[in-house]
């Protein structure tokens, strides 16, 4: 089994910056592609930023792409999102997930573990 836990959201003006983590526990971690999704108000939930199960492969969302970085520290069993630049489409409850493979793929039915989602509000 695999814990996610997260946290780092808030209320941030535009242009700003927010650095999500995701704590994970259960010992398949390290094993796992991982990534975030957000879902904004009114939206079904998509697909932002994929890592893979070593760190060495990344994926990310065109409408994010060159704003934000997903990165892991496996010994540490964290996922990280860093978002600069953030817009008020950025606002959504983002959530962490952990994979059912090494890699990543943005099909949210192929991950298994949840975190329970953090608000990011972008204000305008």
């Known amino acids: 089994q695999v814990q996610l836990v997260e946290s780092g959201g808030g209320l941030v003006q535009t242009g700003g910056s927010l650095r999500l983590s995701c704590a994970a526990s259960?010992?398949?971690?390290?094993?796992?592609?991982m990534a975030w999704f957000r879902q904004g108000p009114g939206k079904e939930r998509e697909f932002v930023a994929g890592i893979s199960w070593s760190g060495g492969s990344t994926s990310y969302a065109d409408s994010v792409k060159g704003r934000f970085t997903i990165s892991r520290d496996n010994p540490k069993n964290t996922v990280y999102l860093q978002m600069n630049t953030l817009k008020p489409e950025d606002t959504a409850v983002y959530y962490c997930a952990a994979g059912t493979s090494r890699y990543i793929t943005r099909d949210p039915s192929e991950y298994d573990y949840w975190g329970q989602g953090t608000q990011v509000t972008v204000s305008s």
């Open positions: 259960g010992r398949t971690f390290s094993s796992r592609g």
